[in-house]
């Protein structure tokens, strides 16, 4: 048997320690797929500036292209109440200009800021037309606002919304007077008391005869209070109704009228918040 010898062990060790040198393959491995990542990485860079200067050179042609101009292709759907010349000179200064130019958002927050518009859309039509969709406000009452910075006491018009609306040329409604709205209430606050308006003729329109038609005037300058103006017997009486029960206590002011002015001479205001009974003041 061959004896070993020191050296042996020594080689064997440095055997062992030569093991390791396969980490040269991995590094030439790793070196490959920076390569591999660096020529990716440019061409992706390449595409994207590609294309980004192609979506420029699209813009540029789109924006600037004669074939593109606004010109006298506006379209307006038919309004009522808000003449065509008024939408139409919202996009005074867009004349000439790029269809795909235009800001739209912002023509359409100048188109809700015109008091009549509830709703507005734009679209744009190929290659130079854009089409105007408006929705109008609907009244629901006559509203008298109080004397305001100067100006003395005038009647519009109030939506279910809450917003004041000028009274148009030649156009004919059939509302109650609201009073009690003034412009300094915000819109939230105005909507709230034309809601209890709102709920009031429901209630009284919710039987036959309906009674919405006999009342002409509304104050709620209290919001928990419709107070009425009803004509009876040539004479005008205001009465309470109130937040709710609107029919039965009307009601109950039609069957007791007579009474209560032949017990006190006359009736000018009626109180019916009260259950089951009434504060008549002569």
């Not at 980490?23 to 990542?37: C, D, I, K, M």
């Not at 009274?167 to 007077?177: D, E, I, S």
């Not at 017997?233 to 002011?253: I, M, S, T």
């Amino acid at each position: 048997m061959r004896e070993r010898k020191s050296g042996d062990a020594d080689n064997g060790s440095a055997s062992a320690y030569r093991r390791p040198a396969r980490h040269v393959e991995v590094r030439r491995s790793a070196g490959r797929w920076r390569r591999y990542l660096l020529v990716t990485g440019g061409v992706s860079l390449l595409a994207s500036t590609t294309l980004g200067a192609a979506a420029y050179t699209v813009h540029t042609y789109l924006t600037t292209s004669p074939r593109f101009a606004l010109r006298e292709r506006l379209t307006i759907t038919p309004t009522k109440h808000v003449a065509r010349e008024t939408i139409a000179h919202v996009f005074a200064s867009d004349a000439g200009r790029s269809v795909f130019d235009i800001p739209l958002d912002r023509r359409r927050e100048e188109l809700l800021a015109l008091p009549w518009v509830a709703s507005a859309s734009l679209m744009r039509g190929w290659p130079n037309r854009l089409r105007v969709v408006v929705d109008e406000r609907v009244p629901v009452a006559f509203v008298r606002l109080p004397p305001f910075e100067g100006r003395s006491a005038r009647l519009g018009l109030i939506d279910a919304a809450g917003a004041l609306l000028p009274l148009p040329r030649n156009a004919k409604f059939q509302f109650p007077v609201l009073t009690g709205i003034s412009d300094t209430q915000s819109g939230e606050e105005r909507r709230k008391r034309v809601a209890v308006m709102l709920a009031m003729i429901e209630d009284l329109d919710r039987e036959m005869p309906r009674r919405s038609g006999e009342i002409s005037e509304i104050d709620l300058s209290d919001p928990e209070d419709a107070a009425v103006t009803v004509p009876a017997a040539g004479d005008a009486v205001l009465v309470h109704l109130g937040n709710r029960d609107f029919l039965d206590r009307y009601k109950y002011f039609l069957e007791n009228i007579e009474s209560w002015r032949g017990q006190y001479g006359s009736a000018r205001s009626v109180d019916l918040r009260y259950e089951k009974q009434a504060i008549v003041k002569p």
